[in-house]
């Protein structure tokens, strides 16, 4: 391959006693290598409190390639993150952390993947971090993968490589760490092409680390639930749970209108008038609430589509009755298994036919198309 220039850089919070090394060995590295046709390296000084600054001003000093960004207070993984990318000039641009954690010398591992590839990321084979850290990796990486359809094996590696024009195009919005499963989102929905390969993981002998702190275990998920209510959550996500709300609401408001028909407004003595009223508000709501806030139509409600919306309706009910007759009579079950094994069933048939059936108007087929 020819052979392509880089920046490199290291996000650095408190790494007095790791930065020098990291480096010096990465300056070794990369004049040794026959991938590499010029380079600088950015150390970005996230605010440490210790001596991290100073060092990394005299690496500047005796490197020519080597530059120091200070943040005047610590601003967080992903906004160190975001720096780096954002202050690489060459055409491909680097990370890792400053921890010693990762073998620079595998970099050429990532090199060798450029051709054909948008990005190249490394997974840890195997993660040397405690058992709780694993577990915790786990639930990450399983959480990014509903919410944002993210399939990668390890989202938190620090060891990438990417295409600078590809990446400093995204509008990453993270400051803490959710900003590598940012980043990796964003890519994807770009259509980026993306390469992963193993890399070494090693234990940290100096410093500590500050992944597992609660406060940026907190504000991982804090930016995580932002970023899906915002741009990133996929559509049908979103509107299985409105589906879902709409349908506690409008069950509330059936059971309100009943109480307040049959004790306050004189239905005590004709409960089933009172319960087809009660039944019929919360339907009339569930119409206009799906319709427009659970999947977006804009357009004039038209009779075809209250009829569409009354016909499944009335599917419901009859479902609805069936299969509990069925679970409870026929298969045996339990009745609260049957009732669980019900709801859910008509929830998913209703949702179905809402989304494809009742509510798809012209508009709404079009914006779908788009989506898609």
């Not at 930016?223 to 049908?236: A, F, P, R």
């Not at 409105?242 to 506690?248: A, I, L, P």
């Not at 004790?263 to 319709?291: D, E, M, Q, V, Y």
Request: with cysteine; glycine share 6%.
């Amino acid at each position: 391959m020819k052979p392509i220039s880089l920046s490199i850089f290291f996000p650095a919070f408190n790494e007095e006693e790791n930065i020098s090394l990291a480096v010096e060995k990465t300056v070794r590295v990369v004049e040794e290598s026959p991938y590499i046709s010029a380079y600088e390296i950015i150390v970005v000084n996230d605010g440490s409190t210790d001596g991290t600054a100073e060092v990394a001003e005299r690496l500047a000093a005796k490197y020519p390639a080597v530059r120091v960004i200070n943040h005047d207070k610590n601003r967080g993984y992903g906004a160190a993150l975001q720096t780096g990318l954002h202050a690489a000039t060459l055409d491909y641009v680097f990370f890792t952390d400053a921890d010693l954690q990762f073998d620079i010398l595998e970099l050429q591992n990532l090199l060798v993947h450029i051709p054909g590839n948008d990005a190249v990321i490394g997974y840890r084979a195997p993660r040397r971090d405690p058992a709780m850290r694993l577990v915790n990796a786990w639930g990450w990486n399983t959480l990014n993968r509903m919410l944002f359809g993210l399939r990668i094996m390890d989202i938190d590696c620090a060891f990438k490589l990417f295409r600078r024009d590809k990446v400093q195009a995204l509008k990453l919005r993270s400051k803490g760490a959710m900003i590598s499963a940012e980043t990796l989102i964003r890519l994807t929905r770009a259509g980026a092409r993306i390469k992963e390969i193993p890399v070494s993981h090693l234990p940290r002998l100096y410093g500590s680390a500050t992944g597992a702190k609660p406060t940026v275990i907190f504000r991982a998920f804090r930016e995580m639930v932002s970023l899906y209510s915002k741009d990133l959550g996929l559509v049908g996500h979103k509107e299985v749970l409105k589906f879902m709300t709409v349908g506690v609401l409008n069950t509330t408001l059936d059971l309100v209108g009943y109480l307040l028909l049959t004790r306050f407004l004189g239905f005590g003595a004709t409960p089933t008038a009172a319960k087809f009223f009660s039944f019929l508000l919360g339907t009339i709501s569930s119409l206009f609430l799906n319709r427009t806030w659970t999947f977006g139509v804009r357009t004039r409600l038209n009779l075809a589509e209250v009829l569409r919306f009354y016909t499944v309706v009335s599917m419901s009910i009859t479902l609805n009755v069936g299969l509990m007759y069925f679970f409870v009579h026929m298969v045996g079950l339990y009745d609260i298994t049957a009732l669980g094994l019900t709801t859910l069933l008509t929830f998913a048939t209703n949702y179905t036919l809402s989304k494809l059936w009742v509510f798809k108007t012209p508009e709404r087929s079009t914006d779908l198309a788009r989506q898609h």
